[in-house]
């Protein structure tokens, strides 16, 4: 099994910016990709960004590209989510993900472990 617990997350104006953390712990050897998405009132879990745990590729959706940053900090076991320009659309509770495949996947099937969530407000 697999823990995830994220932070960072708040209110924050228009044009602001943010970082999320996730923490992992437990068989964090077994998940190889991991992941953001995010989950507005009424609509989908959707992805936001992806990350290979060596760093060696990343992935983003199409709507926070040049915005969003996904890193990763393989000694403490943490991924973040850096999130600048922020908008009122990027308003959601932010989810960590972690899978055990190799290849980096933005749909949700593909991974194992879930956190809690953090919620993100901006307002305009």
């Known amino acids: 099994q697999v823990q995830l617990a994220e932070s960072g997350g708040g209110l924050v104006q228009a044009g602001g910016s943010l970082r999320l953390s996730c923490a992992a712990s437990?068989?964090?050897?077994?998940?190889?990709?991991m992941g953001w998405f995010r989950q507005a009132p009424g609509k989908e879990r959707e992805f936001v960004a992806g990350?290979?745990?060596?760093?060696?590729?990343?992935t983003y959706a199409d709507s926070v590209k040049g915005r969003f940053y996904i890193s990763g900090d393989n000694a403490k076991n943490t991924v973040y989510l850096q999130m600048n320009s922020l908008k009122p659309e990027d308003t959601a509770v932010y989810y960590c993900?972690?899978?055990?495949?190799?290849?980096?996947?933005?749909?949700?099937?593909?991974?194992?472990?879930w956190g809690q969530g953090t919620q993100v407000t901006v307002s305009s």
């Open positions: 993900a972690a899978g055990s495949s190799w290849v980096l996947s933005t749909r949700k099937g593909a991974y194992d472990y």
């Open positions: 990350i290979i745990r060596s760093g060696a590729s990343t």
């Open positions: 437990g068989r964090t050897f077994s998940s190889y990709t």
